[in-house]
């Protein structure tokens, strides 16, 4: 939220320099508002993908458990050991959105429903 008022107040500064002051600050009221409005639309994006991005995560996590709850049913020990390896890195990426989640600045891109998720073991 705090990135979104910025960039609207910074917006807002950009047009005021290109409205009211001289050429000089022209060319710097249009640059700030540019690069701020730029901003302020790609931050909306990454906003909107937040569940998105939390659905095709944890659908992922169901597609690793059950093939690795047949496989173990089946008794196949290669075909185990090839999913595990998979398994440990979505285990490791799991971790790191976990970190991710509790930073002040990526935790904005990163849905709280992380914290409900276990590692698969």
């Known amino acids: 939220m705090l990135l979104e008022i910025i960039s609207i107040f910074a917006i807002i500064l950009g047009i005021r320099l290109i409205n009211h002051w001289d050429d000089d600050y022209n060319i710097v009221g249009w640059f700030v508002t540019i690069i701020f409005a730029i901003t302020f639309v790609l931050n909306g994006i990454q906003l909107l993908t937040v569940e998105y991005d939390y659905n095709i995560f944890k659908t992922k996590r169901d597609a690793f458990e059950k093939t690795l709850q047949n496989s173990r049913k089946s008794g196949n020990s290669l075909e185990s050991a090839a999913i595990i390896s998979e398994v440990a890195i979505w ?12 930073t002040y600045i990526w935790g904005r891109y990163i849905s709280d429903k992380i914290e409900t998720l276990e590692p698969i073991k």
């Open 91 to 102: 285990n490791i990426q799991l971790a790191e959105k976990k970190y991710d989640n509790n």
